[in-house]
């Protein structure tokens, strides 16, 4: 079975950073495409950040210039660099990893950004 370990949550002031993790519990090249989502409770799931396995990066318009999608050295891992917090950023985090065919989450992380 596929798992997925989100860490790094935390409170934060605006305008502060955080990084987020993720750890796989298999090789990341394993997946076609790894996300980060987010989901405040009682709203829908909304997308952040995606790398491929080529390494082709994507983010939401929201975060664009604030938050970072990478990997590291031994390709079990990926983290969410975020800097320039805004209380709109206070969301449980997720971790997604996808093949063709199937879909794998994380836990989730709690992301707090409040003076």
């Known amino acids: 079975q596929v798992q997925l370990v989100e860490s790094g949550g935390g409170l934060v002031q605006p305008g502060g950073s955080l990084k987020l993790s993720c750890a796989a519990s298999e090789n990341i090249f394993n997946f076609n495409i790894m996300n980060w989502f987010r989901r405040t409770p009682g709203k829908e799931r909304d997308f952040v950040a995606s790398?491929?396995?080529?390494?082709?990066?994507e983010y939401a318009d929201s975060v664009k210039g604030r938050f970072t999608i990478f990997r590291d050295g031994i390709k079990k891992t990926i983290y969410l660099q975020m800097n320039s917090l805004k209380p709109e950023d206070t969301a449980v985090y997720y971790c997604?990893?996808?093949?063709?065919?199937?879909?794998?989450w994380g836990q989730g992380t709690q992301v707090t950004v409040s003076s």
């Open positions: 997604n990893a996808m093949t063709l065919s199937s879909d794998y």
């Open positions: 790398i491929n396995v080529g390494g082709k990066i």
